[in-house]
């Protein structure tokens, strides 16, 4: 058996239907909760998951304290968001596999990141694979938004989706969270200026380790210029949005324009640091 840890803060609207995809096969359900104050507590209490609560600071810090002081019941950890969902697929590779005899240490989950009007984003979606199941004692988080796993061993992966539906609260929330993504990817950007952080144009290109090439191809990312316009034109051509059709293009556009979100806000830290 494994373990569920789910973050929330004010969830009320999405937490349900996460919890209806696990509670019926798993005993071990944890809610990890920044102080909600609408109605998410008593619905994950109502699914009989227990609840752990503690300050957000920024993501790495609030899952690497969760994975360390939460007193999960198996050795192994199915890590969702709330707006994710288990699928009959994922559930079905998870209830036959052989974890006791495994030698890895966390599993890659494929997620399908689905557009407001119920279309799979295949295309247009940037990183399909995530670390999402795993041992909590050999797993931990770098970075202060979008946080990058770093697994104390070695890694497979399982079969099965994970599905993710972003703009279930709609365009205007997804906008309200990911300004606030940006001011925290800036202050990051801003942090490896100042450290000198260097970034392997090799391992971003090549590494085996999708953790690893994600973490070095974003670092090399930032320093390029117009990098709004070139991530619309890597997400419709490169990756081929527009074969996800209206849907693709839209969702393209809406990751350039976080891009640009980002490169304002370092604009503005650099000023008020040079004040």
Known sequence: ??????????????LPGCLESVHQ????????DSFSDDNTLQIAESFGAKITQRKFENWSAHQNWGLVNIPFK????LYIDADERVSESLLAAIKSYDFTNSNNVAYEIQRRDFAWDGTWLKYAQ???????????????YERLVNPVSIPDGTVGRISGF?????????FRYWISRHLGYADMEAAMRLEDMGKGTEFSL???????????????????FYKLPGRPLIKWLYMVLGRRAFLDGKAGITYATLQSIYEYFIVLKTKELLKNRSN
């Open 1 to 14: 058996m494994i373990s569920v840890l789910i973050l929330t803060k004010n969830e009320q609207q999405d």
């Open 25 to 32: 096969w798993c005993d071990d359900i944890h809610v990890y």
């Open 74 to 77: 198996y050795s192994w950890v």
């Open 126 to 140: 940037m990183s399909p694979y995530y670390l999402r199941l795993f041992k909590p004692d050999k797993m931990h």
């Open 162 to 170: 994970l599905d993710h539906y972003p703009f279930s609260k709609g």
């Open 202 to 220: 090799g391992k971003a290109l090549f590494s085996k380790d999708f953790t690893e090439k994600r973490y070095h191809q974003k670092g090399l």
